[in-house]
């Protein structure tokens, strides 16, 4: 076999799937590796076979760049089935990983093209939609995930969520592993959480969002989201990697009115890795391209691994309607499809807030578990001192010189100014 799926001549169509890889060749040329990964992406194999047609060579994916490392193919887009997100990733992420051609291999990002695009729904809200339903016009939202994230009995889970509401949290959200425990079953914690929700709201006059974890089994979890949904809630969360993306796109093409938040749990066992695996960049762009309106999207600072050039990228892709072209990203026109508020979380505490939002914008929901919970001065007080330093901000004061005036801020300052 030559190297047939080459053609470093060839410009892309508007209508082409274009894929950005990493390609490290094993014992061949890295022409040699590029065309095994897009034979077997999509309508070649191994060897010459005897019932073959004219027609199907035209569907063959096309390498149109090798720069070093980097490596794009083209596929026609009847390739894949309109609306079938398992469907394309099968093709440009599925058996590619296992070649010997290739001693690591990592897909660093696609491109879409708009007959795609216009077979998925998108975020049912998007940015300014969340905006509008909790009535938070310009300023970052502040989240918290309830902790410790397992083992607290409902009644308790309840009232720490309530604590953090009254405090000055918008979102308060169920941890990636909280289910249906039976310390903390799914309904009860529920029912009681979305009462402690009401109450915050009647408290304060602001709206107050809790996000359940409805990840589970496909039917129960559409079940999960109906008794949200029942019950008055207005957001669920879901674990889009261990949910997977075809039950993705069952909880978001139901009628459901909610909110869908993604939590990337497990990403990063594909993530992390620069040299092997799929880049956060593409989980971000199947988050939005299903439907999610909120996406974790890193920290740069925190517990989490990730640089600032990696978040920022990723934090433009999800919200912008285009994208520019960078060395780990394709340039995408996101036409219909709406932006995703991204979610930075992971080790926070208030007094990164002013570094996060001069990197990554006001449009953000800023979540901080121990660093609200953990404060000195109790759940409560550490949701006012994080609200207290997005005021700060929003008023163009540091958190010093805003701390002289509000104790909590002040407290959290000394915590862990250092």
Same mark, same amino acid.
């Given at each position: ?125 998007? $940015?300014?939609?969340? =905006?509008? #339903?909790?009535?938070?016009?310009? +300023?970052?939202?502040?989240?918290? &995930?309830?902790?410790?994230? %397992? ?108 909110? $869908?938040?993604?939590? =990337?749990? #497990?990403?990063?066992?594909?993530? +992390?890795?620069?040299?092997?695996? &799929?880049?956060?960049?593409? %989980? ?108 700060? $901000? ?25």
């Amino acid at each position: 076999m030559g190297l047939e799926f080459i053609n470093l001549k060839y410009k892309p169509g508007k209508e082409d799937l274009v894929c950005l890889f990493r390609v490290e060749p094993n014992r061949c040329s890295i022409k040699e590796a590029a065309n095994n990964i897009a034979l077997e992406s999509s309508i070649g194999t191994w060897t010459d076979v005897s019932f073959n047609k004219d027609y199907v060579h035209r569907l063959g994916a096309k390498v149109f760049s090798i720069s070093k490392e980097k490596v794009k193919i083209a596929y026609p887009s009847e390739l894949f089935e309109k609306g079938n997100a398992p469907n394309i990733l099968s093709s440009i992420a599925g058996n590619i990983f296992g070649m010997k051609a290739v001693k690591n291999l990592r897909l660093e990002d696609i491109k879409i093209p708009d007959s795609i695009l216009r077979s998925f729904s998108g975020p049912r809200y998007g $940015i300014s939609g969340i =905006r509008e #339903m909790m009535k938070v016009k310009s +300023r970052p939202f502040i989240g918290t &995930i309830i902790k410790p994230k %397992l083992g607290l009995k409902t009644r308790d889970h309840a009232e720490v969520a309530y604590e953090a509401w009254v405090g000055g949290c918008d979102v308060v959200k169920d941890d990636e592993n909280l289910a249906g425990q039976k310390f903390n079953d799914f309904e009860e914690r529920v029912a009681r959480s979305l009462e402690m929700a009401n109450k915050a709201e009647e408290e304060t006059g602001e709206k107050k969002a809790y996000l359940a974890n409805v990840t589970a089994e496909t039917k129960e979890m559409l079940k999960r989201a109906d008794l949200v949904e029942d019950l008055g809630g207005k957001f669920i969360m879901v674990d889009v990697v261990t949910e997977g993306f075809g039950a993705l796109q069952t909880l978001r093409n139901e009628s459901f009115k909610l909110a $869908i938040h993604a939590h =990337r749990a #497990m990403h990063a066992a594909f993530t +992390r890795n620069k040299k092997h695996g &799929i880049s956060m960049m593409v %989980l971000a762009d199947l988050s939005r391209l299903i439907g999610m309106d909120t996406l974790h999207i890193g920290t740069v600072v925190g517990k989490m691994e990730g640089s600032l050039d990696e978040v920022s990228e990723i934090n433009e892709e999800v919200e912008k309607k285009k994208v520019k072209e960078t060395k780990i990203r394709l340039e995408q026109d996101w036409g219909h499809i709406k932006p995703v508020l991204s979610v930075s979380s992971g080790g926070l505490h208030p007094l990164h807030f002013p570094y996060l939002i001069k990197n990554l914008g006001k449009d953000i929901v800023l979540q901080c578990g121990g660093g609200i919970h953990g404060n000195i001065l109790g759940t409560r007080r550490g949701a006012m001192a994080a609200r207290q330093a997005i005021d700060a $901000i929003m008023e163009n004061c540091t958190l010093k010189e805003y701390s002289k005036t509000h104790l909590e801020l002040a407290s959290t300052l000394a915590q862990w100014g250092k």
